[in-house]
């Protein structure tokens, strides 16, 4: 798995050409199985091929263009009330320290699709420079409701070289900070 954690690049240029849907269905699998806080599996996916749709949300996501060059988008979304029953509109400013769980573990699931499309030879590219009302209404998704991210996924046209990390005395400690 480490090959592909190493390999794994954000994909900005793909090729013209379809993905097999059973990739597309075991990427999904991957994300179903990832962990969450207390199981609430607070994720749901919203697989978008219409060019219509898909320009939409390019424009949304900071007028990205490129993004129009991958064949599927993944809209990944949190459902807040898997831990705030009453109904509170979640956006970019909201306060409430379940909804950093709800993120998290959604971020968890995201995390499990881009390395599982790397493993199937797929790429993909997380996006999220939009606001919420800008995305929202694209695809009817509730206020309730936060989209943690919008995922291109294809085949890549590109090979970006790797960019550099940290040394891993710079990044872990042992026992307490300092």
């Not at 769980?101 to 939009?130: K, M, P, V, Y």
């Not at 005395?169 to 026992?175: A, D, L, S, T």
Request: one cysteine or more; aromatic letters at 6%; charged letters at 30%.
């Amino acid at each position: 798995m480490l090959e592909q954690i190493e390999n794994r690049r954000s994909i900005r240029k793909y090729l013209n050409k379809k993905i097999e849907k059973e990739k597309v269905v075991q990427i999904l699998e991957s994300a179903r199985l990832a962990p969450s806080g207390s199981n609430t599996q607070p994720w749901t996916f919203i697989i978008v091929e219409s060019e219509e749709t898909k320009e939409k949300l390019s424009i949304a996501d900071h007028h990205q263009e490129w993004m129009m060059t991958a064949p599927v988008f993944i809209v990944c979304v949190a459902d807040i009330r898997c831990r705030i029953s009453e109904g509170i509109r979640l956006d970019e400013n909201s306060p409430e320290p379940e909804l950093k769980q709800i993120i998290r573990d959604t971020a968890i699931a995201i995390e499990h699709i881009l390395l599982e499309a790397e493993h199937l030879g797929l790429a993909t590219c997380w996006t999220a420079w939009f606001e919420q009302d800008a995305v929202r209404p694209i695809l009817n998704i509730p206020e309730d409701k936060y989209v943690c991210g919008i995922i291109t996924l294809g085949y890549g046209d590109e090979a970006p070289n790797q960019r550099p990390r940290k040394k891993m005395n710079e990044i872990v400690r042992y026992e307490k900070w300092q």
